[in-house]
C-alpha cells in the first residue's frame, strides 16, 4: 500500500474520503480557502507552507505525516490535458454557395468607434470551435485584419474599429462556405463629441488619448459590479456619475471571496452553476450585459481595465486547462477589442493563480496581440512578488501594495527601474473590515495618492466599508461612503493645472518629495508631517507665486506678493499640507 506523502499532490487528498479528513482537520485554512480550486495543483508540502495557513507544530506536522500515511492513495489520478480544438473545414458541405450569408453593413461609423458587421449564417454543431472567420479590412494603404466571433443564434460579427477616417472596404474569409469571401464597404466619419480614440502611452511614464489629449487615470475597483443585480449595477452607475474616476478595474469572471458569496444571474459558459461547464460553448448572454456595461463606463468617460483572470474562485473559471484558457482569451479579445476603452489586464494578483505558469501568461499575451488590431493598454497585476514589466507586450506596470504601510513611496524607484508608468491598481481601501488591506482611513487613502502623484505615478482607489446588505465598493460597487474621491477629484484638478497636464519627480527634500515640471512648476507634500513652516530654496532668476494647498480641506491659499531664491512659507502645522511653486 502507497500511503499520501508531502509530495502528493492536494487534489489527489481531497479526492479521498479518509485523507480529506485528516487534510480538513489540519489545515482547514487550505480546504476553506476562497482559493481552493487554484490550490488543488500544489503538493501538500506546498499547502502546508502557505502564507495564509496557520502554521503547525512540530509534532502536529509529524502526526498529519503519519495520519496521511496510513491511507491507500491508490495511483495517483492522471493530469489530462485536452488538446486544442481545430475549426471544422467540413462544416458546410460543397452544395452551400460560397458567400452566400446575409450581410449587414452599417452606412458609417465613427474613426475609433465600433463598424460592426453581422453576418447571419449556420448554427449546426457547436458554431463557436467548428467555424473560424475573419475581415480583412482596407482603406488607402492600410490593411487591418479583425477576427470575427459567433454571438449565439446563427450571428457571426466582426467589430472593426477605424483608425481614422475615410471609405474602408472588407471581405471574409471562414472556414463556412457561406460565411467565406463576402464583401462590403462603409464610410469612416470623424470622431464625435467625447470621442478621443483609444489611450495609450505618452511621454514615457504618462498617457494621453490618441487625438493627443491627456488622460489622468484615476482610478478604482469594484472587481464583481456586472455581476450583480439589475438594480445595483444601476445604482453603481448613478454613483460614477459624479464620483470623477476615470478608469474602472473590473473582472470578465465572477468572483467569491469575503462578503461575495452570491450567485451571478448569468455565467460566461453554457452549463449549471458549481456544475461542469461546457468550455467549448460561451453564454453569448453574460458577454452582451459585459459589453453594455463597458460602453455605459465609457459613455461616462470611464476606461474599463478589464482583468481576464483572478484566483478568487469557485466555479472552476480559473483551472479551465490550457485549451479552453486560450479559446477564451481569444473570444473575449475578438468581441471586446474594437471598444476603444477597453484596456486588458491579465490577470489581478497572478501569482495566486497556482496553476498557470509565466509560460502561460506570456502565451495569453501573444493571443491579445494576434487578436488585438487597436494595440489596447496591456498588463498584469500581482499579488506578492512583481512580474518582470520589462516584457515588450507590458505597456504599464500595475502594482499592489508591498508593505502594509509603504507603497506609494516606492513610485518613483519603479518608474526609473522599470522604465513605464507606475500605476498602483491598489494600495489598500478605504474602509472598516477587520483585514488590513482594507481598513485604512480616508486621510490615509488621499496621502498615498499625493506620495504617488508627486513622484510620477497614479494611485488606484477603492472602498471596504461594511453594511448589512454586504455590498462593499470593491466588489459590488453600489454607493461610495468614504471621504478620500472628493479629495482626490481635487488632486486631478491641481495635476491636470500642471504644465502637460502630468507630474514627474523633481528631486526631493531629504524628508519630503517634490514634483512638477522643472523649475516653472514645482508641488512639494508634507503628508503626515504637520511644519508651521518650510524654508524654500529655489532657481534664482525665476520669480514664483506661492500656493499653500490643504489637501484634505480642499483649500488654496495664495501668498501675497512673487518670491525668488531662498525665502520662508509659513505653514498651518497641520497634517497633509502641500506648497506649490509656479514661475510667474
Known sequence: ??????????????????????????LPGVINSPLFIQLRSLTLDEAVALPFVAALADDELEAL?????????????????????????GYEPDTVARGSARVRVPHTAERWGVAEIVLDGPRHGNPFVDVELTGTFRSGEATIEVG????????????????????????????ARSLDGIS???????????????????????????DGARYLPIGTT???????????????????????????????????????????????????????????RFNPAFFRQLERRIQDLAARGIETDLILFHAYDRWGFSD?????????????????????????SLANEYDLLRSKTTDDWERFAGIIQHNDPVGHLTSIHNCFGFYDYSRPWITHCSVQRVDVYRTAENTDAWREQWGKPVVIDECAYEGDIDQGWGNITGEEMTRRFWEGAVRGGYVGHGETYLNDREELWWSKGGELVGESPARIRFLAQLTAEAPNGVLNPLRGDWDAPWGGA???????????NRPSYRDVVAKRGIRYRVDVIDTWNMTIETLPGTFEGSFRVPLPARQYMAVRLVAC
Open 1 to 26: 500500500m502507497a500511503g499520501f506523502t508531502g509530495a502528493s499532490r492536494l487534489g489527489d487528498a481531497v479526492g479521498n474520503a479518509q485523507a480529506r479528513a485528516i487534510v480538513q482537520r489540519a
Open 65 to 89: 505525516w503519519r495520519q496521511l500515511a496510513d491511507v491507500d492513495a491508490g495511483e495517483p489520478a492522471p493530469v489530462v490535458e485536452p488538446e486544442p480544438i481545430q475549426p471544422n473545414l
Open 148 to 175: 470575427g466571433f459567433y454571438d449565439g443564434d446563427g450571428r457571426y460579427l466582426l467589430r472593426f474599429m477605424p483608425p481614422h477616417a475615410g471609405p474602408w472596404r472588407f471581405v471574409t474569409a471562414s472556414t
Open 184 to 210: 462590403g464597404q462603409f464610410e469612416a466619419v470623424d470622431a464625435g463629441p467625447g470621442n478621443h480614440g483609444p489611450v495609450r502611452v505618452a511621454d514615457v511614464f504618462h498617457f494621453a488619448y490618441e
Open 222 to 280: 469594484a472587481y464583481a459590479w456586472t455581476h450583480q443585480p439589475q438594480e445595483l449595477q444601476e445604482k453603481t452607475l448613478r454613483t460614477l456619475d459624479t464620483a470623477g474616476f476615470t478608469k474602472m478595474r473590473m473582472c470578465v469572471f465572477p468572483k467569491a471571496y469575503l462578503f461575495n458569496a452570491n450567485e451571478p444571474e448569468l455565467y460566461p459558459f453554457e452549463g449549471e452553476p458549481l456544475g461542469d461547464w461546457d468550455f467549448t
Open 320 to 344: 479551465m486547462g490550457a485549451a479552453a484558457d486560450d479559446r477564451y482569451v481569444q473570444y473575449v479579445v475578438r468581441r471586446l477589442s474594437a471598444y476603444r476603452s477597453v484596456w486588458w
Open 518 to 528: 522643472g523649475d516653472e512648476y514645482r508641488i512639494v507634500y508634507f503628508g503626515f
